[in-house]
């Protein structure tokens, strides 16, 4: 198991480590490493007109994604786990899961046929594409908060606040809000690193002015090499920002909700 854990990380590392070194490189062609040293390529990226466009519409695509996300999943999970039988709850875990069984390649050629008729011409638009994000982010999110809510004493809270004469809203606001807060944030940080990254729908669904970083990237490959590694590697960064702030945010809550003993 060791080593194939360390095979494993092998497999993964390398790539990423010759991207990394391909973007200082000066000139990389049918070498194993790139020859010279430069940041020229960094530069280029930086000041390249379509790549700060694109990277400023990934980042408000992922921005409107995280409120869209969050407006639609936290009203379904508290209706979910309050008014549902377990029955209920399995049959709305698989409805909301199925966007991720689906292949992306399926969706896009599904958003296609269907927004690109002559009563649907919306291909190509913006809020199409965030729409697209929310379809393939929404399920982590809301089986993020249900997988929490399972642990947690929401049911048994709500009667108690009924009781004393609360309503539903009091009971969404004062107890549930506070309850799946936590596993919201960090929900919330996988649905961003998910979006950033997002390729094949995007590709598929997106206009010219609503391009995202990753599908520019793309034509990045097709120039030097120096400065597709570059973009890369910023794509990688950000990709990498968010898991860490994922599993530090999932790390404190683990934390918060045993503590250890005082001695």
């Known amino acids: ?11 993964l590392l390398t790539p990423i480590t010759l991207l990394f070194i391909g973007s200082f490189g000066e000139t990389w062609t049918n070498t194993l490493l790139p020859s010279g040293f430069t940041l020229d390529w960094y530069h280029q990226v930086w000041t390249d007109s379509s790549f700060i466009r694109a990277f400023k519409t990934s980042i408000w695509v992922t921005f409107l994604t995280c409120v869209a996300s969050a407006l639609l999943a936290l009203p379904f999970c508290y209706a979910v786990h309050l008014n549902m039988s377990r029955r209920g709850k399995v049959a709305a875990r698989l409805l909301i899961m199925l966007p991720i069984a689906v292949p992306e390649l399926v969706l896009g050629f599904g958003f296609i046929l269907v927004f690109s008729s002559d009563t649907l011409p919306w291909l190509g638009s913006s809020w199409l594409l965030v729409m697209g994000h929310i379809v393939i982010t929404l399920p982590y999110l809301v ?25 539903t809203l009091h009971s969404f606001f004062d107890i549930y809000l506070p309850i799946v807060s936590q596993s919201l944030l960090s929900g919330l940080i996988t649905v ?8 094949q729908l995007s590709n598929l669904i997106a206009g010219f002015m609503s391009r995202t970083y990753p599908v520019v990237l793309l034509q990045a490959f097709y120039g030097a090499a120096g400065f597709a590694c570059a973009a890369t590697v910023i794509l990688l960064l950000l990709a990498i920002l968010f898991a860490l702030l994922s599993t530090t945010r999932q790390l404190l809550s683990s934390s918060s909700k045993h503590p250890e003993p005082a001695s």
């Open 192 to 199: 961003a690193a998910i979006s950033i990254g997002e390729f």
């Open 1 to 11: 198991m060791r080593a194939a854990a360390w095979l494993y990380l092998l497999f």
């Open 143 to 167: 089986y993020n908060i249900l997988t929490d809510l399972e642990k947690s004493s929401l049911f048994r809270l709500d009667q108690v606040a009924r009781s004393l004469g609360g309503n």
